[in-house]
T-cell receptor
Framework: ETGVTQTPRHLVMGMTNKKSLKCEQH?????MYWYKQSAKKPLELMFV???????ENNSVPSRFSPECPNSSHLFLHLHTLQPEDSALYLC????????????FGSGTRLTVV | AQSVTQLDSQVPVFEEAPVELRCNYS??????LFWYVQYPNQGLQLLLK??????LVESINGFEAEFNKSQTSFHLRKPSVHISDTAEYFC???????????FGAGTRLFVKA
């Protein structure tokens, strides 16, 4: 399997639930990212992992908890979310050369009810 | 500081007409410049990029962009659009010293029959 794979594609959760988003890449990339894409708002960078170490955390609320167990997998653990957290969550990966650009997954459409 | 401005949030155009999606950037250092495309219900895909050399870069599906240093622009053009080009287009500038990329707010191209 090639590219960046995100599961699930769609998720509906209540505000008291705990769920996790999964991202997997088999491109040999050494950096992975979580982005949030909301309607009528720019892409928001949430977290960056390089070689399994978190190198960026853009003031994301603690109800979002990332995990990067190895260079191929990235998780986003969710708990006690709010309705305004409903969005498309995109995972991306890249090599360390910024000229290569990112490879994005298809995203998880999250709806918080 | 680096920034990216996409001047049009939506561009409606008839099929087979030409189109230009505008992007201006601000950077005090040498830049790489990217255009990404996001088709409905998908993640972003790298469309084309400028790293160095020829200021005119092309994609495999007929889009082209020209790096203009004096005007700090990287506008995306296509001489004749198809219905299948309907998507959102993002201009982006990666930081050359790290893993962060600045994305524009996006331009939604809507091609009408």
């Amino acid at each position: 399997e090639t590219g960046v794979t995100q599961t699930p594609r769609h998720l509906v959760m209540g505000m008291t639930n705990k769920k996790s988003l999964k991202c997997e890449q088999h491109l040999g990339h050494n950096a992975m990212y979580w982005y949030k894409q909301s309607a009528k708002k720019p892409l928001e960078l949430m977290f960056v992992y390089s070689l399994e170490e978190r190198v960026e955390n853009n003031s994301v609320p603690s109800r979002f908890s990332p995990e990067c167990p190895n260079s191929s997998h990235l998780f986003l653990h969710l708990h006690t979310l709010q309705p305004e957290d409903s969005a498309l969550y995109l995972c991306a990966s890249s090599r360390s050369d910024p000229g290569d650009g990112y490879t994005f997954g298809s995203g998880t459409r999250l709806t918080v009810v | 500081a680096q920034s990216v401005t996409q001047l049009d949030s939506q561009v409606p155009v008839f099929e087979e007409a030409p189109v230009e999606l505008r992007c201006n950037y601000s950077s005090s250092v040498s830049v790489y410049l990217f255009w990404y495309v996001q088709y409905p219900n998908q993640g972003l895909q790298l469309l084309l990029k400028y790293l160095s050399g020829s200021t005119l870069v092309e994609s495999i599906n007929g889009f082209e962009a020209e790096f203009n240093k004096s005007q700090t622009s990287f506008h995306l053009r296509k001489p004749s659009v198809h219905i299948s080009d309907t998507a959102e287009y993002f201009c982006a500038v990666p930081f050359t010293g790290g893993f962060k990329t600045i994305f524009g707010a996006g331009t939604r191209l809507f091609v009408k029959a």
